[in-house]
T-cell receptor, first 116, second 112 residues
Framework: KAGVTQTPRYLIKTRGQQVTLSCSPI?????VSWYQQTPGQGLQFLFE???????NKGNFPGRFSGRQFSNSRSEMNVSTLELGDSALYLC???????????????FGPGTRLTVL | KQEVTQIPAALSVPEGENLVLNCSFT??????LQWFRQDPGKGLTSLLL?????REQTSGRLNASLDKSSGRSTLYIAASQPGDSATYLC???????????FGRGTSLIVHP
């Protein structure tokens, strides 16, 4: 069974640009969560999508948005990039919604975003 | 709000040692706790998932225990190897939220 895939693996952008990251969950998994990881803040939750609906949202500005498609693939968009957005963006896949008992998270390799 | 602390932040041990990593959480009303390892610049690899009703889980040389009343989980690694070198994170789901709260991790180096 293929794991969680994320594309691209590396990105370099300049301030003010926008970026779209993609995540394909494990086959059969319907939940995708996004996290931002930085040395200063650690792992911070961005949002969770389940069956094309955003179920939970973290404490990030509106410049961070996402969506999920009918095949469970998810995209995350960051508009008007700032230097502080440089981070490793991780996607996690689960078989069920986060509120379901016993669901385990499986992470992708991440997308390393550098904002210059 | 759930807070998760991992001590120590860094650990360096010789190969072959048995070691214990700690994860503490402030709200004992948890749903589950999951241990991960992360290699530098990479994603997280799931190691063990302990449900709220369980006391421990084992996988190979790894054993994780959970004590909700004291707000603690430990990850025991037996006969450590250089390949175990990584950062180990725990994630706690609970305390009124289905969103896991992650600790900052323990950076482990096992030297030959």
């Amino acid at each position: 069974k293929a794991g969680v895939t994320q594309t691209p693996r590396y990105l370099i952008k300049t301030r003010g640009q926008q970026v779209t990251l993609s995540c394909s969950p494990i086959s059969g998994h319907r939940s995708v969560s996004w996290y931002q990881q930085t040395p200063g803040q650690g792992l911070q939750f961005l949002f969770e999508y389940f069956s094309e609906t955003q179920r939970n949202k973290g404490n990030f500005p509106g410049r961070f948005s996402g969506r999920q498609f009918s095949n469970s693939r998810s995209e995350m968009n960051v508009s008007t990039l700032e230097l502080g957005d440089s981070a490793l963006y991780l996607c996690a896949s689960m078989s069920g919604y986060s509120g379901t008992q016993g669901v385990e998270q499986f992470f992708g390799p991440g997308t390393r975003l550098t904002v210059l | 709000k759930q807070e998760v602390t991992q001590i120590p932040a860094a650990l360096s041990v010789p190969e072959g040692e048995n070691l214990v990593l700690n994860c503490s959480f402030t709200d004992s009303a948890i749903y589950n706790l999951q241990w991960f390892r992360q290699d530098p610049g990479k994603g997280l690899t799931s190691l063990l998932l302990i449900q709220s009703s369980q006391r421990e889980q084992t996988s190979g040389r790894l054993n994780a225990s959970l004590d909700k009343s004291s707000g603690r989980s430990t990850l025991y690694i037996a006969a450590s190897q250089p390949g175990d070198s990584a950062t180990y994170l725990c994630a706690v789901k609970g305390g009124g939220s289905y969103i896991p709260t992650f600790g900052r991790g323990t950076s482990l180096i096992v030297h030959p």
